[in-house]
């Protein structure tokens, strides 16, 4: 039997992550609310369970299928958010993580550093969470790194194929939110699988590694960006005052800092295939172009 990867969450980092991994001969098995939408995963041999992460204990059957199924994976990784302040997975699957000795990773997020309007955080710089959010993180880091061969990526934006401007600027729905300084760290998808099958073929325990491609930039920016190149106009501006946000996307606008990695390429040895958010968008729009002929 070759080497085997259970993922918590199939979603749009989990299954990508999965696909390029299975390439390089992997055995896949992970975790959906819905199993029914990774069918075409499981005609391909990926072994798929249920998992509705809520705060209802697992049923029985399906909490001894997935420890069973993690028990005999060389790769764990959890890429599901916190569910009302807490880590899901952490909270429903504690002692039998704590018991696993393989490589675990967990996907965390950016907001567990402070708020810095000049100079670059990097791994090395102590967290610091100004918001609830941010302190569930990295409490939630905490938990994973209790384990023997855990590592930790802090996430910032992710875009990709299908997870882009694009859609929302051509059915109107972009917005353009001007907050005066504001910064938001950004990295491709494809980097971001790249950076997670380096780190767990060339495990160190312990280790933090920001996903963010070093180049920081306005949200306004990528929109115009993405509107030149639909050659379409970009949405007029609104005030960050203005903005009709969920509470959640607010919380995004209440921080600002400039992210880079100090392991990716100096540890890692990997160059971004998409350095920044646009040769990132090119790529995106070239390959929805293409799909669409």
């Not at 992997?26 to 041999?45: C, D, F, M, N, W």
Request: aromatic letters at 8%.
């Amino acid at each position: 039997m070759g080497k085997q990867i259970f993922i918590f969450g199939l979603g749009y980092i989990g299954d990508a992550f999965a696909a390029m991994m299975a390439k390089a001969g992997y055995e896949i098995a992970g975790t959906v609310r819905t199993p029914q939408k990774l069918s075409h995963r499981a005609a391909e041999g990926w072994k798929i369970y249920p998992y509705q992460h809520t705060e209802q204990p697992v049923p029985q059957g399906e909490y001894d299928a997935i420890c069973a199924a993690v028990g005999r994976a060389d790769i764990v990784l959890s890429t599901i958010a916190l569910k009302g302040g807490r880590d899901p997975v952490m909270a429903d699957f504690q002692d039998m993580l704590l018991a696993y000795t393989g490589w675990a990773g967990y996907l965390s997020v950016t907001p567990v550093y402070a708020s810095q309007s000049d100079g670059w955080l990097d791994e090395h710089t102590p967290p610091a969470p100004l918001t609830d959010r941010g302190r569930a993180r990295l409490a939630a880091e905490q938990a994973w790194l209790r384990l023997p061969q855990a590592e930790i990526f802090r996430l910032g934006g992710i875009y990709g194929p299908h997870r882009n401007p694009f859609a929302a600027l051509k059915e109107g729905t972009a917005q353009i939110i001007e907050k005066p300084g504001q910064l938001f760290n950004r990295m491709h998808q494809h980097d971001m699988c790249r950076v997670l099958a380096s780190a767990c073929t060339s495990p160190r325990a312990g280790r933090i590694i920001n996903l963010v491609d070093g180049v920081p930039a306005a949200q306004g920016d990528m929109i115009r960006y993405a509107a030149a190149l639909l050659g379409i106009t970009p949405p007029k501006p609104v005030a960050f005052e203005d903005a009709k946000l969920s509470e959640m996307g607010k919380s995004f606008y209440q921080t600002s800092r400039s992210i880079r990695s100090v392991i990716i390429r100096p540890e890692l040895g990997l160059e971004l295939a998409y350095p920044d958010y646009r040769c990132g968008l090119d790529a995106c729009i070239k390959a929805e172009t293409d799909g669409h002929k």
